[in-house]
């Protein structure tokens, strides 16, 4: 459309030009007729016939030009009528571009033109292939470029139009192009709208010649040195401190420092104070210069414009990690007030559970069907089903709960006390079916298999028992539970135990004499009960002899094996002054002798006795 305006209007200005040619032609041949007229007239060697014919070819001459003015007048008159219509098409098509601009500028947001985090202006429309994007940053990176140059030169920026655009150059270098779009979107003019940019851009390089122009850099240099000399007097200075901090640590060794000790154990003597001492003092020290030099580097940096961004890029890898984690505690205050209410009332109700337990156990609380000796136990279980219960409760307040590595940590954790315990809890199931079972209680005599002994301590893993010779024998509670277990306590306060011991002799010796004397070394054996009355059993009779079992009440069965001692020393003692040999059927199946095999004393006592008879 607008090429067909374009050769329509250079018509019609060539057919213009036509005419003034005509109109000149028709000039110049009447000043060349008049011209002639008067050379004739002045010589007067001209015909009164030839004056007649130059006058009507003057008049001739005359109305070709007034005919050529008129056809002038109705050409421009055309042209003025054609001008009227295109701009009138211009004009509704302009209005319809405005309307659809306004419609999309709710909507289309501009691009930026950036220079140094500075927005200078915004482009709307495409040009050449280019979106407002690729126009706008390709414009802001041009004059980013050229404004960082020492040789900037603002006079060297001037303005280029064309019939379509208008462009602010620097030199050669197209800087930005304003089109009839940008100047519709802008609301202006295209020629008020290159001014405009113009003007914003020479105003940009003004600023930018004052950060990156020589004196500003001599400046910055200047300031650097500054920084680094003021850097190097604190370095010397901190290293100079704490040079005198180690001294005067070094001189507290005699005379303030003192050794730590818990009852006899030394646990720091004075050298060692120092030597820790000495080693805070150099963490402390590299903190100070570390933090020396994290406050000077981004100094340095953001001296220079060209590394202004990376100082405080340099600046945020410190500061934002320690924002990140103070903003971080500062939310996780309300979890972790929640976190301390659950823990304390889980504390609270633990020490009410311990209480009643405790008085349960020393019989200031009694409960029906329930033994003293399940209160410390069930106190346990239920310990461990609070504190469960807590971490339960607790979990989702954690920082990180939400976090697949921090539920993978607790998954892996699960698999591997889920693999790795199977012997624990059969241990520790083992040891409350034990509790409850009641099979026997710290302090009874118990044999376990071929372990005989006291027991000193009940967990919910093991037991430990003390054998007479004062041996710890710690045994697995799934042991206990698998085997066979004898408690000499149980009953003994209450029955008293029996205690047996076999004793033989040959069949010339009478019974009734056997059971008194074994009954009368019962009674003078120490822990051996009155009540009920010892007794003896013949548990067998055999080819050369005859078995006597004694039988006594005791109620100290952890005194087993002093009683034992005890009545076989009395059996011995009563049974030689009675003259009455303790024979061995093996001995017996091979003696050749009527040699009496027993004390001398009591032989020289025997062979008195039968004198005395004799």
């Not at 960082?148 to 192009?177: G, P, Q």
């Amino acid at each position: 459309m607008k090429l067909q305006r374009f050769f329509i209007i250079s018509l019609l200005m060539l057919s213009t030009i036509s005419a003034k040619a005509q109109i000149g032609n028709a000039i110049r041949e009447i000043f060349h007729v008049k011209s002639d007229s008067s050379i004739v007239a002045d010589s007067s060697q001209v015909k009164d016939g030839v004056v007649d014919q130059d006058s009507l070819s003057v008049t001739q001459l005359q109305q070709s030009l007034e005919e050529a003015k008129l056809s002038e007048a109705n050409l421009r008159i055309e042209f003025e009528q054609f001008k009227l219509k295109v701009l009138a098409g211009d004009s509704i098509r302009r209005h319809r571009q405005l309307q659809h601009i306004d419609s999309l500028r709710r909507t289309t947001k501009g691009s930026p033109v950036m220079v140094d985090e500075d927005t200078l202006f915004y482009i709307y429309t495409n040009k050449g292939g280019l979106s407002p994007f690729q126009r706008a940053q390709r414009a802001g990176e041009l004059i980013e470029e050229i404004g960082k140059k020492i040789t900037l030169d603002t006079a060297r920026v001037y303005i280029e139009n064309t019939d379509i655009f208008s462009d602010v150059m620097y030199d050669t270098e197209v800087l930005v192009s304003v089109t009839d779009a940008d100047a519709m979107w802008e609301g202006v003019s295209r020629d008020s709208l290159v001014a405009n940019r113009k003007q914003i851009v020479i105003d940009k390089f003004n600023h930018m010649k004052k950060e990156y122009g020589f004196w500003r850099m001599v400046e910055s240099v200047a300031y650097c040195l500054l920084v680094l000399f003021v850097q190097y007097l604190l370095y010397k200075f901190t290293c100079w401190g704490f040079a005198k901090i180690g001294k005067r640590i070094t001189s507290l060794k005699d005379t303030k420092l003192k050794s730590i000790k818990i009852q006899s154990y030394e646990i720091l003597n004075t050298e060692k104070q120092v030597a820790l001492l000495l080693v805070l003092k150099r963490i402390v020290k590299y903190i100070v210069i570390l933090l020396q030099l994290l406050i000077s580097l981004p100094i340095i940096f953001s001296i220079f414009p060209s590394t202004k961004g990376f100082a405080m890029q340099l600046l945020s890898y410190f500061l934002v990690p320690i924002k990140k984690i103070t903003f971080g505690v500062i939310d996780y205050i309300p979890n972790l007030i929640s976190i301390l209410v659950i823990w304390y009332a889980t504390r609270a109700l633990v020490r009410l559970a311990r209480y009643i337990a405790l008085e349960i156990e020393c019989g200031n609380l009694k409960l029906k069907n329930f033994f003293p000796e399940w209160a410390m136990p069930t106190f346990s279980i239920v310990r461990i089903l609070l504190y469960t219960f807590m971490i339960a409760m607790i979990y989702n307040y954690l920082p990180g709960s939400d976090s697949g590595v921090f539920q993978g940590i607790s998954v892996f954790i699960g698999l591997i006390i889920s693999l790795g315990s199977s012997t624990l809890i059969a241990n520790l199931m083992a040891g409350l079916v034990i509790t409850f079972m009641r099979p026997f209680r710290v302090g009874d005599r118990i044999k376990l298999n071929d372990t005989m002994g006291d027991i000193i301590e009940k967990t919910p893993l093991v037991t430990r028992v003390k054998t007479p010779k004062n041996e710890i024998v710690t045994v697995p509670n799934s042991f206990v539970m698998s085997s066979m277990t004898t408690n000499y306590s149980s009953s003994a306060q209450e029955y008293g135990l029996i205690i047996h011991s076999d004793v033989t002799f040959g069949y010339e010796v009478p019974w009734q004499q056997v059971h008194q004397i074994l009954i009368q070394a019962a009674l003078a054996t120490p822990y051996i009960e009155a009540e009920p009355r010892p007794f003896v059993l013949q548990t067998k009779l055999d080819d050369w002899y005859v078995v006597y079992q004694i039988n006594a009440y005791t109620r100290h069965p952890e005194q087993m094996s002093l009683i034992y001692s005890n009545l076989h020393q009395q059996i011995q003692d009563l049974f030689n002054e009675a003259g009455i040999e303790i024979m061995s059927p093996h001995f017996m199946g091979v003696r050749q002798t009527d040699q009496v095999f027993m004390p001398e004393e009591y032989l020289r006592n025997k062979e008195n006795k039968d004198e005395s008879k004799g």
